[in-house]
């Protein structure tokens, strides 16, 4: 790479965040939970199965000259932490009942482990200049975004009603480490990992 390419990745921005990836097994097994799903709900955006995550913390545009600081301070988190345990809970929305922004799969299990992992990387990242949601941290996978309607026969249900089936127990998994996701938005699946941060 000569001088000019260097200097010209450097200050490219990429839109970054930091994320617990789901195993190739639980993305598969939700989505076919979600497969029903879609043939009664219309939105405009469903999730690639293979994008299913936990949002840890947005970073949102960062320039690439900043990336090798992130990487320290995210390999001294994972530095601290060890394996924990999640699985698949209840589905739910954000937004209007009747209309909501957001359709996710929350999750269960260690949860107190999740939420300390998450406070340490906003802490570890908010002395990198970066700045952390206002609301509180609700983990969960999205599904889809951008409700549209019911499919026809589906009108007199509520969007609760249609996703409350069952939940499988079973669909557990170990954490064992997090990820830089940087958004390629003209791509599918639009996560691409920038590099993985294990657990000690």
Partial sequence: MNTQAIQEHASRRERLFIAVRLPED??????????????????????????????????????????????????????????????????????????PKVLWRGVSGEIERLHLLQSAIVQATKELGFEAELRPYRPHVTVARKYVAHLPGMENNSVKNLVTEPVFHGNSWTVDGFVLYVTRLAQSPMYETLDTFSFS
């Fill in 26 to 99: 639980i993305q598969q097994f939700l989505q076919m939970q979600v497969q029903p799903i879609r043939n009664k709900l219309d939105f405009r955006k469903w999730t690639d199965h293979r994008d299913y995550h936990i949002t840890l913390q947005f970073l949102g545009d960062t320039l690439m000259s900043d990336v090798g600081h992130l990487r320290a301070a995210l390999r001294n988190v994972a530095a601290e932490f060890s394996r924990f345990d999640l699985q698949l809970d209840t589905w739910g929305t954000f937004g209007l009942e009747h209309s």
